[in-house]
């Protein structure tokens, strides 16, 4: 990409689009074109076209979704469903057909089988069954990775798909039942240590293992990859890097400093058993991340306090 290339990013509020929106900045793109929802409905055709009709952006990032954990997938299916279907089908086709070059869609490695043979080539998909408790998201999900994919065979269009690995990081959503399973548990340790609660209690047995990734790591894949990606189709982008909730919530609580006990309740449901992604594509291209589990939870951490103290001021 030329530094002076127009670069849409299409949610750019989010923790993924943040940190997309902050690396593309950093690395001199100077012309970064970002709207607001109130701005830009994504799920209003008509406002699409008419934004892509007059601003024409040579890129289009599509981090935009309605995005939530275990208890907002099971509760809100036809929200997530019928929401992300319309955003991604409104973005890709405008995209398309007002002339952009490339477009670079955020998938999620919950889209993967849910019994994918461990590390999950980008072959598994639509391999097995998927995990019950976000079947309505990982539905949406693949029909926009399949989109891409016939937009580029029936027209030539170079609409790719990025696959990450669980996302945590500044920006996340820390909502008590919307959000994913770090921030999630971040601010669980938080207020425990904060009301000096004897113990906190995390879902599930703690045995599931999860490949985490850093937002600023995504980030700086995916402007890497808008760089120097040709193939198109899919490409898984992971940390490498695996841990159980079990050792996620001990390491958790010595980040957050909570002095109390950690249960693990049982009866909560676990989700997939095991998710790591095979990077070896990504990895021969060059890229490596750049934080571990612990300097991206710490990096997380302090920028939580520092939104809890202005919130506070």
């Not at 055709?45 to 907002?72: M, Q, S, T, W």
């Not at 019928?82 to 889209?111: H, K, M, P, W």
Request: hydrophobic share 40%; with cysteine; net charge negative.
């Amino acid at each position: 990409m030329k530094k002076d290339a127009r670069i849409y990013v299409a949610g750019h509020r989010g923790m993924v689009g943040s940190a997309i929106t902050r690396r593309l900045l950093e690395g001199g793109y100077a012309d970064v074109v970002t709207r607001t929802h109130s701005e830009l409905p994504l799920d209003d055709d008509g406002a699409v076209k008419a934004f892509f009709a007059e601003n024409r952006p040579d890129y289009v990032i599509l981090a935009a979704a309605k995005v939530g954990g275990i208890v907002a997938n099971s509760t809100q299916g036809g929200d997530f469903i019928r929401e992300n279907l319309r955003i991604q089908t409104n973005v890709i086709d405008a995209a398309y057909r007002y002339g952009a070059r490339r477009l670079l869609f955020l998938g999620s490695s919950c889209i993967y089988p849910k019994f994918a043979e461990q590390p999950i080539v980008e072959e598994s998909l639509l391999t097995g069954p998927l995990e019950e408790t976000n079947l309505p998201y990982a539905v949406a999900k693949i029909a926009g990775k399949v989109m891409c994919d016939a937009y580029a065979q029936q027209y030539g269009f170079e609409a790719f798909t990025v696959m990450p690995s669980n996302v945590y990081g500044v920006g996340d959503n820390f909502h008590p039942e919307h959000s994913h399973v770090v921030a999630g548990m971040l601010r669980r340790f938080h207020e425990a240590k904060l009301q000096g609660a004897e113990k906190v209690v995390v879902w599930g047995t703690g045995t599931p293992l999860r490949e985490l990734i850093d937002a600023d790591d995504l980030a700086d894949a995916c402007v890497f990859l808008l760089e120097n990606y040709t193939e198109g189709g899919m490409i898984n982008v992971g940390s490498g890097e695996e841990i159980s909730i079990r050792d996620l919530a001990l390491l958790m609580k010595s980040v957050v400093g909570y002095t109390g006990d950690v249960e693990f309740d049982a009866t909560r449901p676990d989700g997939t058993p095991r998710k790591i992604m095979d990077n070896s594509k990504l990895s021969a291209l060059g890229w490596r991340p750049k934080f571990s589990i612990e300097e991206g939870l710490a990096k997380m951490y302090a920028w939580f306090c520092e939104g809890a103290a202005l919130r506070e001021a």
